[in-house]
């Protein structure tokens, strides 16, 4: 086999990037792995505190099912209606895309306003828990990612072919909808569960000014008194997206790549 | 009692008329195929009686029972589309299984069935593949597979070669008229190419802008066909212009020539007339001397050769009509490019129309849907 050849060039700025991006967590390792006692390296004192705090469990806990809701409601409010629209009204699919900017557009913290004057007179069922108002409002947030993943998929599909295939073949709608196209949509519909899942684990402004203890919060509660500690935190909830999007790569890569369907009308 | 009706069908989409009134009548295991360019209407029609579709007016019977508002999942037809439409996430077995599964059919026996089909089609050994594993070919023969595996009441092909090269289609469309004679499988097969069309079916219906121009069998469309449009479609005709001289003796004079056509006898004087001739009837002769040439014949120059085996197709450009003949290619080499010829329509075997129904050109093209 013939050893590729790489730039100098190339190297140095690959160091450059690796650079920027390591820095700034080797800065943050070190500086969590300092003594409260001494403020010298090294102590795991900070990671100890950390899980032994059961805040902490409490608010990753609440964090995680927080990701967990969002994801489901958005899967099963938006997995059909892109379906649909793909299938019977693809001249609805830039408002569907320019609905899926606002959420970009409108700062959180307009949102959150909006959304608490909204829900005012709500049951307090929903107002007052997480997994009613926030959950609603990460459904929001969560929208336009899940959205644009969602329309990436059902592009690289025939949607129309193989909708009228299976309902040849004598599938219902539901018959169709979960064995046929799910299946065939299923990377981008993980992609867009683990980018929702990212947001909801590091969403902090809507969850602090409707005073709910998620886990963002959690860190910025810790971070005023405890610098350290914080320091730890950022690092193990850099650890778990990071562990997201390796779940996603190896999910994704678990089946046979989808064939391409030619579109050849 | 026919099989397969289709009763004054029609469908417009918008301002665009798709089907005007279409009625086709096929008995139980006759292969018709729709025949048209595209936008004639041929695919609407298809997918209505697939159910994808439903008609502004009329009806869709099969076996004597009215289907126009059944939905397409209780139709029981098998479809093989255009787009290579296998399931992506499924083996060509589990895509053959799918009909049979829904089917709720017993595990033995849907496996049973599975290889029986894949045998059927050539692809016994392929059966574990993915579609993205198989050729073009290979995927439009599991598609046929997976129709049939549900044992559809008509079998529905929707232009299944046009995606694949030439030798492929060539193949295919032979095994598909085997398998359909071999399981005698009532089978509706559009397709915009008319040698595709006469080769494989038992009739052929030619539509243009939503109407069927002519229906019969391929060698009636071929040697009688009933309208230019018609005549224009299927192979290559020559078209000649003409007004008929003397209705006794069968003369017609064509752009200032006199020629005797033995379907131009009883005509009236002065009616207007297409005269058809086929490339293959007309005979060239090198004209001696500059000579205008003899009996019932054409002059021209030897514009072009182009080869097709057996024959060459040569262009002739006249001074009023430009004239397509083929030629046994080893008679070729006697009538090369820039040589005056004169070229004699037969007296028998030409056609002719009366020049009062519609002309012959291209209809509007909108989108065959």
Not at chain 1, 105 to 113: E, K, N, R, T
Not at chain 1, 223 to 238: C, I, R
Not at chain 2, 103 to 112: H, L, P, Y
Not at chain 2, 235 to 243: A, C
Request: glycine share 8%; hydrophobic share 45%.
């Amino acid at each position: 086999m013939r050893r590729r050849w790489i730039a100098p060039g190339a190297i140095v700025w690959l160091v450059v990037a690796a650079a920027f991006f390591l820095i700034p967590l080797i800065a943050t390792l070190l500086f969590s792995l300092r003594s409260i006692q001494t403020n010298k390296c090294c102590s795991s004192a900070a990671y100890s505190l950390i899980i032994h705090d059961h805040q902490f469990w409490h608010t990753i806990r609440l964090s995680f099912v927080l990701s967990l809701e969002t994801i489901a409601i958005s899967l099963l409010l938006f997995v059909p209606t892109v379906y649909w629209v793909h299938l019977k009204l693809p001249r609805l699919r830039p408002v569907l895309g320019f609905m899926a900017l606002v959420p970009f557009v409108v700062p959180p913290i307009i949102l959150v306003v909006g959304l608490l004057n909204l829900y005012k007179g709500a049951p307090s069922w929903f107002y007052d828990k997480p997994y009613g108002f926030l959950a609603t409002a990460y459904v929001i947030l969560a929208f336009p990612y899940m959205y644009f993943s969602l329309d990436a998929g059902f592009r690289s599909i025939d949607v129309h072919t193989l909708t009228e295939a299976s309902q040849s073949l004598g599938a219902s709608w539901r018959t169709t909808l979960t064995r046929v196209i799910l299946p065939n949509i299923r990377v981008a519909a993980l992609g867009g569960s683990f980018l929702t899942l990212a947001i909801v684990m590091g969403e902090f402004t809507i969850a602090s000014l409707s005073t709910f203890k998620t886990f963002p919060t959690y860190i910025q509660f810790v971070n005023e008194t405890q610098p350290y500690e914080a320091a730890a935190l950022s690092l193990l909830s850099f650890l778990i997206v990071w562990a997201a999007m390796l779940a996603l790569l190896f999910v994704g890569r678990g089946r046979p790549r989808p064939a391409q369907v030619a579109a050849t009308r | 009692m026919p099989y397969l009706e289709l009763h004054g069908l029609r469908r417009r989409f918008g301002p665009v008329v798709a089907l005007d009134g279409i009625d086709v009548s096929l008995e139980a295991g006759e292969f018709l195929s729709l025949l048209g360019p595209s936008g004639c209407g041929k695919t609407t029609a298809l997918r209505i009686v697939a159910g994808f579709d439903r008609p502004d007016g009329g009806s869709v019977l099969i076996d004597g029972k009215d289907l126009t508002r059944v939905s397409p999942n209780r139709r029981d037809m098998g479809m093989v589309f255009q787009a290579y439409s296998l399931f992506p996430n499924m083996t060509a077995e589990q895509n053959v299984e799918f009909g049979l599964r829904i089917r709720k059919n017993k595990r033995g026996a849907r496996r049973k069935r599975v290889a029986e089909l894949l045998e059927l089609v050539g692809l016994g050994h392929a059966g574990k593949r993915y579609p993205h594993q198989l050729s073009g070919g290979m995927q439009q023969r599991v598609a046929l597979a997976r129709a049939l595996a549900i044992e559809p009441r008509v079998l529905l092909l929707d232009e299944p070669l046009s995606a694949l090269d030439a030798k492929v289609r060539v193949q295919l469309r032979e095994e598909i008229r085997r398998i359909q004679t071999q399981l005698g499988i009532t089978t509706l097969y559009v397709t915009h190419d008319q040698e595709e069309a006469l080769s494989i079916s038992d009739h052929v219906a030619v539509m243009w802008s939503g109407r069927i121009e002519q229906i019969g069998s391929p060698s009636e469309m071929y040697g009688s066909p009933a309208t230019p449009f018609v005549a224009e479609f299927i192979g290559t005709m020559n078209r000649l212009e003409s007004v008929v001289v003397d209705g006794a003796r069968g003369d017609i004079e064509h752009a200032g020539t006199r020629l005797t056509i033995d379907a131009a006898r009883g005509r009236t004087k002065g009616e207007r007339v297409l005269v058809l001739v086929r490339p293959e009837l007309l005979e060239l002769e090198p004209s001696g001397d500059g000579a205008a040439g003899g009996e019932n014949s054409l002059a021209g120059t030897v514009l072009t050769h182009t080869f097709l085996g057996s024959i060459t197709r040569l262009k002739i450009v006249g001074p009023e009509t430009d004239l397509t003949a083929d030629v046994p290619t080893a008679r070729v080499a006697a009538l090369p490019i820039g040589l005056p010829v004169v070229a004699r329509v037969p007296a028998a075997g030409t056609r002719l129309l009366s020049l009062g129904e519609k002309p012959a050109s291209e209809g509007p093209d909108p989108d065959d849907r």
